[in-house]
């Protein structure tokens, strides 16, 4: 299984623009990298998948290089309620019926007023 | 879509005691997840169901542990002869078939458990 690390914390400003980088340098072919968020006390919530170069929804942008060993989660104009952990996960189907998907200690963002 | 939903909420139990907790997933997703998550860590991955087949168990989980899904429907997770170290949130999860890419997991809030 494909190991990621990314950044334990993270502050911004309301309405500025966040980036958070994963880096994954054992990815396999056939992974994806599915990025989620955490509210305390809920489950996690999926917020974009990719496979490589960019990826748009309405919620955020996911930016993947040719080499795939890194992928960055872009959230525009980020607001208080985007306080949260965010995971970045690497995977793809198991062979064995699932999708083997790993989640690491994740990204805790601090929006400041 | 009602979302996956998970009971109890919150379930404190004594040392020794055995506990269930229930899943409910979402009505047309065949796999089901079941994670486990302590303070300041992600969700670890336990068990997996596609329909009713329990296809693969986590090394994590300890004899122990017992997980069932009768009928594909929904799903639960027993501990028996509770232990300190069970003391977590059990989160529940499903997806639908594979298309294109990994199906996104559909989590419940889970069921946060503590032993005393």
């Known amino acids: 299984l494909a190991k990621t690390t990314q950044p334990i914390s993270m502050d911004s400003y309301e309405g500025q623009e966040v980036n958070i980088t994963c880096s994954h340098n054992?990815?396999?072919?056939?992974?994806?990298i599915t990025w989620y968020q955490q509210f305390p006390s809920q489950g996690p919530r999926f917020i974009i998948q990719?496979?490589?170069t960019k990826v748009t929804n309405e919620v955020a942008s996911l930016f993947i290089p040719a080499d795939r060993k890194s992928s960055t989660l872009s959230l525009p104009r980020v607001s208080l309620s985007d306080t949260a952990v965010y995971y970045c996960?690497?995977?793809?189907?198991?062979?064995?019926?699932?999708?083997?998907?790993?989640f690491g200690k994740g990204t805790k963002l601090s929006v400041i007023p | 879509d009602t979302g996956v939903s998970q009971d109890p909420r919150h379930k404190i139990t004594k040392r020794g005691q055995n506990v269930t907790f229930r899943c409910d997933p979402i009505?047309?997703?065949?796999?089901l997840y079941w994670y486990r998550q302590t303070l300041g860590q992600g969700p670890e991955f336990l068990t997996y169901?596609?329909?009713?087949?329990?296809?693969?168990k986590s090394r994590l989980l300890s004899d122990r542990f017992s997980a069932e899904r009768p009928k594909g429907s929904f799903s639960t997770l027993e501990i028996q002869r509770t232990e300190q170290g069970d003391s977590a949130m059990y989160l529940c999860?499903?997806?639908?078939?594979?298309?294109?890419?990994?199906?996104?997991?559909?989590f419940g809030n889970g069921t946060r458990l503590t032993v005393t």
């Open positions: 990719g496979y490589k």
């Open positions: 996960l690497v995977g793809g189907y198991s062979g064995a019926g699932s999708y083997q998907l790993t």
């Open positions: 999860a499903s997806s639908p078939r594979g298309g294109g890419g990994v199906p996104p997991l559909h």
């Open positions: 054992n990815i396999a072919t056939n992974d994806y």
């Open positions: 169901f596609q329909n009713e087949a329990q296809l693969e």
């Open positions: 009505s047309e997703h065949n796999r």
